[in-house]
């Protein structure tokens, strides 16, 4: 483990403490026992269609994310996405990998790891099988032992390349069809074997091993710690009617694994939808069915609290994991969207041939503050806007904001983003700064206020300044020099 990532759980054992703080003697769980939250990243928006999402054919407007339909290799997005994560509690991203120069593979090693505000967060390879070994009949799997060496020559050593005991991660897809051949667990004990004799690696593979009835204790022996990553077909939702009875065959089929001995990440969805990228699968919608829009959410967190949660393991670092942070073909996105009215109609000759008649919202960052209110034990409410933090919008607020201006949140003199710094700073976009992405929202939260109420409570020498327009702002967003301090201060400490 590196200095960095120590700091890293040092950082959120101080935000246990703060966060306990603020809400008083509230009986918790110890700070070992909080889950790790991950979520499935996909890098690959540089090559891929936006219009074959079901978000961006939505009518009569699109759910577009906040980030916009924007290519996954572009820094503002990343430093958006890792703020986003910081709202919901994701401290790791497993990210999507299709093999050695792959547009994944490009945009994680020299986008992502390399990104100025790349240690706020860890990172892991999802190794996308379907993409290297052929298909499920006949399979070839002698692209694995090049793959893992690759990926400890380039990845394995980076400092925030996500460890469990000291060990790189590697969660690889479809294990439960791949390795019913013979030939694939002889080829990942040689993947491990020569990753361990060349770099003196000892991967921790995660198998996604939880899926059919009958937990395959056999083929999961293959693996570290196993996982779902198609929680809309293991659970049930995948006849289109979602109900109570699809979170208790997650549950049990956690549960089933648990008791064959296997490390269990348990994996969580918001729901399915991937009509508008492939044929023949039923859309799940986000509520369940016989319920409304309004009860948008209430399939996810009972995935969490009942099925997720209940199956961390300490062994597997209590993971969870979400399926996913941006994997729109498929709308599990948690991503934050634009906030738009609820609507069931799509751009489609009939209307519905996407949404199946299931209605849909531009909804913000509801998932995101959903996973981070169910995942951390009393967390204080934190409202956008309410910059005295005293639970309301009001004038103080504006006071309070001005006051804080530039504040920033310094670890080891260097300025970090996290959910520390959005407890003790109306840092809203959670950063590490208060200044003009914050003014924004604030703006959002108080729309009687102007920029002037500002201007005039700061004393800047160039108040134009804050004229700023809000594209303008948001293309600062995130900008910062690749020789910040803090990579210089992670180096200096390792
Ligand atoms: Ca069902
Ligand atoms: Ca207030
Ligand atoms: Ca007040
Ligand atoms: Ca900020």
């Given amino acids: 483990m590196s200095p960095f990532h120590w700091t890293h759980r040092l950082r959120q054992a ?15 769980a110890s700070a070992s026992d909080e889950p790790t939250v991950g979520a499935y990243y996909y890098p690959w928006w540089d090559t891929h269609d936006w219009n074959e999402t079901l978000r961006a054919r939505m009518a009569p407007t699109d759910h577009r994310p906040t980030a916009g339909y924007s290519p996954s290799s572009n820094p503002d997005v990343i430093a958006e996405h890792i703020n986003q994560s910081h ?19 490009t945009v994680l090693q020299t986008r992502i790891l390399t990104h100025p505000r790349a240690g706020e967060l860890d990172y892991a390879v999802h190794y996308e099988s379907t993409g290297r070994f052929g298909s499920f009949s006949s399979p070839d799997f002698s692209t694995l032992t090049p793959d893992f060496l690759y990926l400890a020559e380039n990845v394995f050593d980076d400092p925030n390349y996500y460890r469990i005991d000291g060990r790189p991660v590697v969660f690889m897809y479809v294990t439960r069809a791949y390795f019913n051949d013979p030939d694939a667990a002889p080829a990942l004990a040689a993947a491990r074997q020569a990753v361990q004799s060349a770099y003196g690696y000892d991967p921790y593979v995660v198998g996604d091993e939880v899926f059919g009835s009958g937990f ?3 083929r999961a022996s293959h693996f570290d710690a196993v996982t779902t990553f198609d929680v809309y077909a293991m659970s049930g939702m995948n006849d289109g009617v979602v109900t109570p009875s699809d979170i208790t065959r997650a549950a049990t089929k956690y549960a089933q694994a648990e008791s064959a001995g296997a490390a269990v990440i348990p994996g969580v969805t918001p729901g399915y939808n991937d009509r508008a990228v492939r044929d023949g699968n039923q859309a799940t919608g986000r509520y369940y069915s016989g319920q ?8 996810f967190t009972d995935l969490i609290d009942q099925a997720g949660l209940p199956h961390v393991n300490p062994a597997s670092d209590n993971l969870l994991l979400v399926n996913s942070f941006n994997e729109w073909h498929e709308d599990t996105q948690i991503e934050a969207t634009i906030l738009a009215p609820p609507s069931s109609r799509d751009d489609s000759p009939s209307g519905t041939e996407l949404t199946q008649g299931k209605t849909y919202e531009g909804y913000g960052t509801k998932y995101l503050d959903l996973l981070r209110r169910h995942t951390t034990p009393g967390a204080p409410n934190l409202i956008d806007g309410d910059a005295d933090f005293d639970g309301d919008l009001d004038h103080d607020d504006i006071t309070a904001f001005a006051a804080s201006w530039n504040s920033e949140n310094l670890i080891d003199g260097v300025r970090v983003g996290g959910y520390a710094s959005r407890l003790t700073r109306p840092d809203f976009n959670y950063d590490g700064v208060v200044d003009f992405a914050d003014w924004f929202v604030m703006r959002r939260a108080h729309p009687a206020v102007t ?19 809000f594209s303008a702002v948001a293309a600062h967003v995130g900008r910062r020099p690749l020789s910040s301090n803090r990579k210089a201060n992670k180096g200096a400490t390792q």
């Fill in 451 to 469: 920029d002037a109420t500002l201007r005039a409570l700061l004393t800047i020498p160039e108040p134009e300044s804050l004229l700023l327009t």
């Fill in 216 to 218: 395959n204790a056999t």
């Fill in 14 to 28: 101080a935000i246990a403490v703060a966060a306990v703080g603020l809400l008083g003697p509230t009986p918790r």
């Fill in 87 to 105: 709202r919901g509690n994701i401290s790791l991203w497993a990210s999507s990998w299709w093999g050695p120069g792959s547009i994944e593979d």
């Fill in 292 to 299: 409304t829009i309004a009860d948008a959410g209430a399939v």
